[in-house]
């Protein structure tokens, strides 16, 4: 049962614009949100995350929102950078869960010059 | 760097053996988790361990099973091989101890992983 959804497998973007990943979840449960990036043989790297408390939380050019009724949740990267091409992934985490995170399957992002 | 150290990097068996992972945690971390990465899957949470106590399980197989030893490392071991079990192992660290409260143990800091194949 995959709780946490990214519908986008791959995205290509220009250098320089917005890239946009989205990811939807099922479980109302899940009060909190992450995003972690990863390169080719390296391990994943925690991003950005956001509590269900906020609707955004920023940092940089990584801007996460959350959509609670409509249980969807979008990560923003303003500009696109050749070094963010990397597979982002989506994770979710209920309060009473310590630390059992729900990882979607993954959006390979393509920076472009 | 992420201060989360598996060994070894690959690994190479026949179906039917049994193998171990090791994971070191980040200095000052308690919370050990393992992940399991199959091809074009996201990552399913297998176990944690908490201060050497198993705190939560995922959809971790009774083939395989997990501790964490006095010193925080951890030890996945994973036995009666199948080609299915070929993946990437991941190991996570977290927690800054039980005061922070449960959100605390999400930001999670992964090792390099270990690529097992199975033949």
């Known amino acids: 049962d995959q709780q946490v959804k990214q519908n986008s497998p791959s995205l290509s973007v220009q250098e320089g614009r917005i890239s946009i990943l989205n990811c939807d979840y099922t479980?109302?449960?899940?009060?909190?949100f992450l995003w972690y990036k990863k390169y080719p043989a390296e391990g994943p790297t925690f991003l950005i995350s956001?509590?269900?408390?906020?609707d955004k939380n920023e940092d940089g050019r990584f801007t996460v929102f959350l959509n609670k009724s409509a249980k969807h949740l979008s990560l923003h990267i303003v500009p696109s950078q050749p070094g963010d091409s990397a597979v982002y992934f989506c994770?979710?985490?209920?309060?009473?869960?310590?630390?059992?995170?729900?990882f979607g399957a993954g959006t390979q992002v393509v920076v472009t010059p | 760097d992420s201060g989360v150290t598996q060994t070894p990097k690959h690994l190479i068996t026949a179906t039917g053996q049994r193998v171990t992972l090791r994971c070191s945690p980040r200095?000052?971390?308690?919370?050990v988790y393992w992940y399991q990465q199959s091809l074009d899957q996201g990552l399913q949470f297998l176990i944690q361990?908490?201060?050497?106590?198993?705190?939560a399980k995922g959809n971790i197989l009774e083939r395989f099973s997990a501790q964490q030893f006095p010193d925080l490392h951890s030890e996945l071991n994973l036995s009666s091989l199948e080609l299915g079990d070929s993946a990437l192992y991941f190991c996570?660290?977290?927690?800054?101890?039980?005061?922070?409260?449960?959100?605390?143990?999400?930001?999670?800091?992964f090792g390099p992983g270990t690529r097992l194949t199975v033949l």
């Open positions: 361990y908490y201060n050497g106590e198993e705190r």
């Open positions: 994770a979710a985490s209920a309060d009473t869960s310590w630390g059992k995170l729900q």
């Open positions: 996570a660290s977290s927690g800054p101890g039980g005061l922070a409260g449960p959100n605390a143990y999400n930001e999670q800091f």
């Open positions: 956001i509590s269900s408390i906020k």
């Open positions: 200095s000052g971390d308690l919370s």
């Open positions: 479980n109302s449960m899940f009060d909190y």
